[in-house]
């Protein structure tokens, strides 16, 4: 049974009947999927979420299928880990990491969105799917489209980590890399989804592909005993994700399963590419398009279709948007592997820098209970590091211990 009233415009609330399309054709604002929640609270209760396998499908009747989920069944029900010793090191008291770098099947947490996205080309009949991507929606969609026979088009920037581009190409894939930025693949594919019957998961399949992303933010509210956080500091490329995060948690407050509250929304991007958080600094909501130049591949969108209503909801919630080097984010990549023993992506960097600048500036204090979304795995981006050459021993302990203990500790051993 499904839940879903129709399609609305997110400018001017025209309604639109379910269909593969994504802007409105009175105002050119982007749809939005529009649920009737009487009736989904009627049957959505903590305990029957509480039953449920933990994956994302879980919170189903939030979802814009017709019928049962078939692509992406084992999708989210990622950790939300209590990260103490990342708190005490940046000097806060709560810090809780939500780990989308484990997500299944491709490590990142555009295996949500595309699991919603491809379930529902199939009930919308195409027979072939597609994707602009800036490397994660790549890999995803290359995988789930695989796990289920659909041909796809998966278009890239062609300047992207090696093992973004690999962990697509073994899919099988129809893999495209253009010569351009992303802006130009994603104009690139709004051409061909005019002319061609494919579903662009992020284009044509726009609406759809989105409310998979409320999933991480109900996950989030679940793991903390049906309780939204004081502050979620989350990466931005497209703006998609910070936007769906912040409906998801509305939804929940509408359905009575979390207590109305203030979440403040923290925007994290790189300084190499930074048109949402200069847009929050600058007091306005218009975005000036950038020419990306960042280590931070995955959230290099210049051009952010969800600018706009990314940086309402960060003002509106009383939060801001701050954006960090990549020398920072490389740091920031090592602080969260040696204090918690998460390798997290160059986006990953991303939101852990923010928070370190955040909180030295003071808009997130020892009172917060911090959220920080972990979208993307470290093993994806590794030619962002330099780590220290390290040099071989002999097989023998003498070495050894002069190796790890150094001449006098190895000496007081033996
Ligand atoms: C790892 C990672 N985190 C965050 C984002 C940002 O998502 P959005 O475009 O929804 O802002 C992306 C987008 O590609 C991503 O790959
Ligand atoms: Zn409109």
Same mark, same amino acid.
């Given at each position: 049974?499904?839940?879903?009233?129709?399609?609305?415009?997110?400018?001017?609330?025209?309604?639109?009947?379910?269909?593969?399309?994504?802007?409105?054709?009175?105002?050119?604002?982007?749809?939005?999927?529009?649920?009737?929640?009487?009736?989904?609270?009627?049957?959505?209760?903590?305990?029957?979420?509480?039953?449920?396998?933990?994956?994302?499908?879980?919170?189903?009747?939030?979802?814009?299928?017709?019928?049962?989920? %078939?692509?992406?069944?084992?999708?989210?029900?990622?950790?939300?880990?209590?990260?103490?010793?990342?708190?005490?090191?940046?000097?806060?008291?709560?810090?809780?990491?939500?780990?989308?770098?484990?997500?299944?099947?491709?490590?990142?947490?555009?295996?949500?969105?595309?699991?919603?996205?491809?379930?529902?080309?199939?009930?919308?009949?195409?027979?072939?799917?597609?994707?602009?991507?800036?490397?994660?929606?790549?890999?995803?969609?290359?995988?789930?489209?695989?796990?289920?026979?659909?041909?796809?088009?998966?278009?890239?920037?062609?300047?992207?980590?090696?093992?973004?581009?690999?962990?697509?190409?073994?899919?099988?894939?129809?893999?495209?890399?253009? @010569?351009?930025?992303?802006?130009?693949?994603?104009?690139?594919?709004?051409?061909?989804?005019?002319?061609?019957?494919?579903?662009?998961?992020?284009?044509?399949?726009?609406?759809?592909?989105?409310?998979?992303?409320?999933?991480?933010?109900?996950?989030?509210?679940?793991?903390?005993?049906?309780?939204?956080?004081?502050?979620?500091?989350?990466?931005?490329?497209?703006?998609?994700?910070?936007?769906?995060i912040f409906k998801g948690f509305g939804e929940l407050a509408k359905l009575g399963l979390v207590e109305e509250k203030q979440t403040r929304f923290y925007g994290a991007q790189a300084t190499g590419c930074n048109p949402i958080a200069a847009a929050v600094k600058a007091g306005t909501r218009d975005i000036r398009p950038v020419k990306p130049n960042t280590i931070a591949k995955s959230l290099a969108i210049g051009?952010?279709?969800?600018?706009?209503?990314?940086?309402?909801?960060?003002?509106?919630?009383?939060?801001?948007?701050?954006?960090?080097?990549?020398?920072?984010?490389?740091?920031?990549?090592?602080?969260?592997?040696?204090?918690?023993?998460?390798?997290?992506?160059?986006?990953?960097?991303?939101?852990?820098?923010?928070?370190? @600048?955040?909180?030295?500036?003071?808009?997130?204090?020892?009172?917060?209970?911090?959220?920080?979304?972990?979208?993307?795995?470290?093993?994806?981006?590794?030619?962002?590091? %330099?780590?220290?050459?390290?040099?071989?021993?002999?097989?023998?302990?003498?070495?050894?211990?002069? @190796?790890?203990?150094?001449?006098?500790?190895?000496?007081?051993?033996?």
């Amino acid at each position: 049974m499904s839940f879903v009233k129709g399609l609305k415009c997110r400018e001017c609330g025209a309604p639109y009947p379910v269909a593969p399309v994504a802007i409105c054709e009175e105002c050119f604002g982007p749809l939005e999927v529009d649920y009737d929640y009487d009736a989904i609270k009627k049957v959505l209760t903590r305990d029957e979420i509480g039953r449920r396998p933990k994956n994302l499908w879980k919170f189903r009747e939030l979802m814009p299928l017709d019928g049962e989920p %078939t692509v992406g069944l084992n999708s989210g029900g990622t950790p939300l880990v209590k990260a103490d010793r990342l708190a005490k090191a940046l000097g806060v008291r709560e810090i809780y990491l939500k780990n989308d770098a484990v997500n299944h099947p491709t490590l990142s947490f555009k295996d949500r969105v595309v699991a919603v996205a491809l379930s529902k080309a199939r009930e919308f009949g195409f027979d072939a799917v597609g994707c602009a991507s800036t490397g994660n929606l790549a890999n995803s969609v290359a995988a789930q489209s695989a796990s289920v026979g659909f041909p796809a088009y998966i278009l890239i920037p062609d300047n992207l980590e090696k093992s973004k581009v690999l962990g697509t190409q073994i899919f099988g894939t129809n893999l495209i890399p253009v @010569k351009g930025n992303y802006d130009d693949v994603n104009r690139l594919c709004s051409e061909i989804a005019g002319r061609h019957n494919i579903g662009f998961v992020n284009v044509n399949l726009r609406p759809f592909y989105g409310e998979g992303s409320k999933t991480f933010g109900y996950e989030i509210a679940e793991s903390l005993g049906w309780r939204t956080p004081d502050a979620v500091v989350v990466p931005m490329a497209g703006g998609s994700l910070i936007t769906k995060i912040f409906k998801g948690f509305g939804e929940l407050a509408k359905l009575g399963l979390v207590e109305e509250k203030q979440t403040r929304f923290y925007g994290a991007q790189a300084t190499g590419c930074n048109p949402i958080a200069a847009a929050v600094k600058a007091g306005t909501r218009d975005i000036r398009p950038v020419k990306p130049n960042t280590i931070a591949k995955s959230l290099a969108i210049g051009n952010p279709a969800d600018g706009y209503f990314a940086t309402g909801v960060i003002s509106g919630s009383g939060g801001w948007s701050e954006d960090v080097s990549d020398p920072e984010i490389v740091k920031a990549i090592q602080l969260l592997a040696e204090t918690e023993g998460i390798f997290a992506e160059t986006a990953g960097g991303v939101t852990v820098a923010t928070t370190k @600048k955040l909180i030295e500036q003071g808009r997130l204090t020892a009172d917060d209970t911090i959220v920080i979304a972990i979208t993307g795995n470290g093993l994806k981006t590794t030619e962002a590091l %330099t780590l220290e050459e390290i040099e071989s021993i002999e097989p023998k302990l003498a070495a050894f211990e002069a @190796k790890a203990f150094g001449n006098i500790a190895g000496a007081a051993a033996s």
